[in-house]
């Protein structure tokens, strides 16, 4: 990663994490933050002495953040991907072993070096095509032992690349096959045992629930919610994916950073999120790859000022998609976004999923995370799948991509 301190651009397209600004800009970038940003009919050349002229031209964006991944995890599904496709249901795939339960018997048997080496080329797949702060969530080891190998896995991948790993313990995403029929039992476990053994190792940034008919109920995902705030930690949510269970409005309630998912969302859940300031979280690789027909509720978030967030939810069984710029297209083909709002989702928005106010944007005195592509217009990203677009990436205002 190249070391330098001050950097500058001229003659730039910037989008801001919100919008695309009217004037091409000159962009200053100094001790990792951003200096100044001033349209470029007013930009002086003696302002940058001692600066290196880093690029002229193309689209900055802030570096993207995808809010929601779980990027950890042994061995793979591409058994089901075929299975599905030759006919079989969800429920034939779970008898023949398939299903969550897969991920978790690979997982657990899978060593922490070897969970290490597998996510490594999945993070930089990311980190290649413009990410610079990824949420990693465990969910795959369902028991104390094994969901903290998976959070030091992600620590570690956060300490080996140019990126923000924002960890998330996602215990409660399905019950164990050494608990079935006592899903209360296990709800202890996380509660009594996994949190406040993640807290103790410090590896656990935020806590996330499964609440759904084939993982825990609202009751259940409560009492989760209830042990991670009394270890000060924030809350997330899959939340109305597969129906409408009401844990939407249960999570904002608890002041939950973000839902995802939403498919079945309802106007009270859509209320519930306005007012508790969440973020909706709209997941289109899920929705491809499951070949779903449920749309979320995407024109009455517009309608009620409902921040939406893009993140790729890149993992073994419904979306085993690593590429950010291609949730851009999804978003707007399958969910109708427009390429500004689903810029936005990958970047303002996103950082506010993780509770990151600092990230996702382009502003004076911003932590100095940018993207610039080879493209004229920031809708370009969203318009075309096209890998090598990405000129240069600072992390912390560095480069770590490009010249």
Request: with cysteine; glycine share 8%; proline share 5%.
């Amino acid at each position: 990663m190249t070391n330098v301190t001050r950097l500058f651009w001229q003659d730039t397209t910037v989008f801001d994490g919100t919008q695309e600004l009217p004037e091409p800009m000159a962009v200053l970038v100094r001790d990792g933050r951003i200096e100044a940003l001033q349209p470029m009919k007013a930009f002086e050349a003696t302002a940058v002495e001692g600066y290196t002229l880093a690029g002229s031209g193309g689209v900055m964006t802030p570096g993207l953040v995808d809010c929601h991944t779980h990027l950890v995890f042994g061995g793979n599904r591409a058994d089901e991907f075929e299975m599905r496709l030759e006919g079989a249901s969800y429920e034939e795939i779970a008898k023949a072993g398939g299903g969550i339960l897969s991920t978790v018997r690979a997982t657990r048997e899978a060593s922490e070096e070897a969970l290490f080496d597998k996510a490594l080329p999945r993070l930089q797949a990311l980190i290649d095509d413009g990410v610079t702060t990824v949420e990693i969530k465990s969910g795959y080891g369902l028991n104390v032992a094994d969901e903290l190998k998976m959070l030091r896995v992600a620590r570690r991948l956060g300490e080996a690349l140019p990126v923000r790993v924002v960890t998330t313990l996602l215990g409660a995403h399905a019950l164990p096959p050494e608990y079935e029929g006592n899903s209360d039992a296990y709800i202890d476990l996380v509660c009594n045992e996994m949190i406040p053994a993640a807290v103790a190792e410090n590896l656990v940034d935020m806590v996330d629930v499964f609440c759904e008919k084939i993982a825990f109920s609202v009751a259940q995902c409560e009492r989760v919610f209830q042990a991670a705030q009394a270890h000060n930690l924030s809350i997330k949510a899959h939340a109305e994916q597969l129906s409408n269970l009401g844990g939407t409005a249960m999570a904002a309630s608890y002041g939950a950073l973000s839902v995802d998912h939403i498919e079945y969302l309802d106007d009270a859940g859509i209320a519930a999120l306005r007012q508790a300031g969440s973020v909706a979280v709209i997941l289109p690789g899920a929705f491809h790859t499951l070949r779903e027909t449920q749309l979320p509720p995407i024109q009455a978030l517009r309608d009620a000022g409902v921040p939406m967030a893009v993140a790729t939810d890149c993992n073994p069984g419904s979306s085993p998609l690593f590429m950010p710029s291609l949730m851009l297209n999804f978003a707007c083909t399958l969910f109708r976004l427009t390429p500004r709002e689903a810029l936005a989702g990958l970047t303002a928005h996103g950082a506010q999923a993780l509770g990151q106010n600092e990230l996702g944007r382009i502003a004076e005195g911003a932590i100095a995370d940018l993207c610039v592509w080879n493209i004229q217009r920031p809708a370009e990203l969203a318009y075309a799948v096209q890998p090598g677009r990405l000129r240069q990436r600072l992390f912390q205002g560095k480069l770590s991509h490009g010249y």
